[in-house]
């Protein structure tokens, strides 16, 4: 039993090591929440780098091999980064013929300073999609405060 908390333990620091980037799509009362699941997302991203399993930290500056994530479709889609530049970060958005690639912005909507996507922290960005296309409607970085709760067993 042991043996299975000291890899659980592992797994939750490798987790709380990286960076969650969330993106979530609005309408301008154009399209309906239906017709918003349909929306495909990828991510260009630097996709490898160091651990370190003790401390559950990424190695400052290992981030490296950059490549294209797995295409998503839904209103609100998520996906697990390694912390890396923000300039490293594409995202790519198609929906109904109209295709667009974002960068993420220099700051928040809150005036955040916003130049590395780090471990622990999870950067929200809403996109607004409107007959005239597709525009970055916010974006919001907070910490991982709330993980969730386990009831019953964790199995490996």
Known sequence: ???????????????????RLAIEYVSDGTYSDSD???????????SSCTV?????????????????????????VSYMLIPQQ??????????????????LPDTTGDGQALSQLEG????????????????MDGVEIIGWESQGTVNGGISF
Do not use: C, W
């Open 1 to 19: 039993i042991l043996r299975y908390f000291y890899l659980f333990f592992a797994f939750f620091n490798i987790v709380r090591a990286f960076h």
């Open 36 to 46: 918003l699941s349909q929306v495909a997302t990828s991510v260009n991203a630097m």
């Open 52 to 76: 370190d399993l003790r401390k559950g930290e990424v190695e400052s500056g290992s981030a490296a091999r950059p490549a294209r994530y797995m295409e998503k479709k839904g209103n609100s």
């Open 86 to 103: 923000k300039d490293d970060v594409t995202v790519e958005v198609s929906f109904q013929g109209m295709k667009k690639t974002f960068t």
């Open 120 to 135: 622990g922290k999870m950067l929200t960005v809403r996109l607004e999609i409107s007959s005239d296309g597709i525009r």
